[in-house]
């Protein structure tokens, strides 16, 4: 599986910005995406995620109100629509997908994109 994130830049406090994260090879071993980013300095942390089957969605409670995650099954694409920005949402922005692998146990194995940077100016 390969991630290639895009959409990231620069925007305003308040300002908006929507990411995209296109999936390409084995996608149908996929149980869940999500976005991950990571501030300078800090530990990368756990923004969303959403799950292939149900489509039910997780926010971190930093986020929650203003970041909605999406995806597009036909175009095998999942988004993060970031609205109401702020400084501190500064950071790389890491699309993650999870395979659910059964050999030679059950255990996840996660894919990571690249990364895209999102800065929000005050």
């Known amino acids: 599986v390969q991630l290639v994130e895009s959409g990231g830049g620069l925007v305003q406090a308040g300002g908006s910005l929507r990411l995209s994260c296109a999936a390409s090879g084995s996608t149908f071993s996929i149980n869940a995406m999500g976005w991950y980013r990571q501030a300078p300095g800090k530990q990368r942390e756990l923004v969303a995620t959403i799950t292939s089957g149900n489509g039910n969605t997780y926010y971190a409670d930093s986020v929650k109100g203003r970041f909605t995650i999406s995806r597009d099954n036909a175009k095998n694409t999942m988004y993060l629509q970031m609205n109401s920005l702020k400084p501190e949402d500064t950071a790389v922005y890491y699309c993650?997908?999870?395979?659910?692998?059964?050999?030679?146990?059950?255990?996840?194995?996660?894919?990571w994109g690249q990364g895209t940077q999102v800065t929000v100016s005050s």
């Open positions: 993650n997908a999870v395979e659910l692998r059964m050999i030679p146990n059950p255990y996840e194995y996660d894919y």
